[in-house]
């Protein structure tokens, strides 16, 4: 079975700038959910899909956005790019369901300059 | 206070060595609570875990939780120095959300 692929894996914007992160779930998983990893702050939540609807919600500001598509893919999208945003974005694949076992993907390393 | 307490380490040991890596939190309603084990430029690989209070063993890994003072082990028996990573425990909440609350993280160094 494939696990979860994250696309591009690296990135490099401008402050100001905006960028759609993409990322392909499980096969048969319904939830996506992203977090934000940097050394000073670990692993944050950032927000959970499931089938097309988002269930909860991180202390993330309204800049970062994500929707999933019916296959159950997933973007996420940060608006006006600041260098804190610079970070390791990861995504996880679950059934959505108990024990929520979540499976991670590769992640995308943002560095915004 | 934070949710999820972990001391950073590094713990450094040495090959064959049984290492207890632990975690505290502070939220009495986690019922789930997940070990995940992260290389360096790698995304994080589920381990194993535990429902509620209890042991649960899967090969060279223990994983223990003791609700009544909050506290979560991972022990590795024989330890590798493929073992060598980041160890982070993840509890969340029977809530319908998948949603993991991570401690920072503890790096273990295994030397041959």
């Known amino acids: 079975k494939a696990g979860v692929t994250q696309t591009p894996r690296y990135l490099i914007k401008t402050r100001g700038q905006q960028v759609t992160l993409s990322c392909s779930p499980i096969?048969?998983?319904?939830?996506v959910s992203w977090y934000q990893q940097t050394p000073g702050q670990g692993l944050q939540f950032l927000f959970e899909?499931?089938?097309?609807?988002?269930?909860n919600k991180g202390n993330f500001p309204g800049r970062f956005s994500g929707r999933q598509f019916s296959n159950s893919r997933s973007e996420m999208n940060v608006s006006t790019l600041e260098l804190g945003d610079s970070a390791l974005y990861l995504c996880?694949?679950?059934?959505?369901?108990?024990?929520?076992?979540?499976?991670f993907g590769p992640g995308t390393r943002l560095t915004v300059t | 206070q934070k949710e999820v307490e972990q001391d950073p380490g590094p713990l450094s040991v040495p090959e064959g060595a049984i290492v207890s890596l632990n975690c505290t939190y502070s939220?009495?309603?986690?019922?789930?609570f997940m070990w995940y084990r992260q290389y360096s430029r790698k995304g994080p690989e589920l381990l194993m875990y535990?429902?509620?209070?209890g042991n649960k063993e899967d090969g060279r890994f223990t994983a223990q939780v003791d609700k009544s003072s909050k506290y979560i082990s991972l022990f590795i028996r024989d330890s590798q120095p493929s073992d060598s990573a980041t160890y982070l425990c993840?509890?969340?909440?029977?809530?319908?959300?998948?949603?993991?609350?991570f401690g920072k993280g503890t790096m273990l160094l295994v030397s041959p």
């Open positions: 096969s048969g998983h319904r939830s």
């Open positions: 996880a694949s679950s059934l959505g369901r108990a024990p929520y076992e979540q499976y």
């Open positions: 939220n009495s309603a986690f019922q789930y």
């Open positions: 993840a509890p969340l909440m029977n809530s319908g959300y998948s949603t993991l609350t």
């Open positions: 535990t429902y509620s209070s």
């Open positions: 899909y499931f089938s097309e609807t988002q269930r």
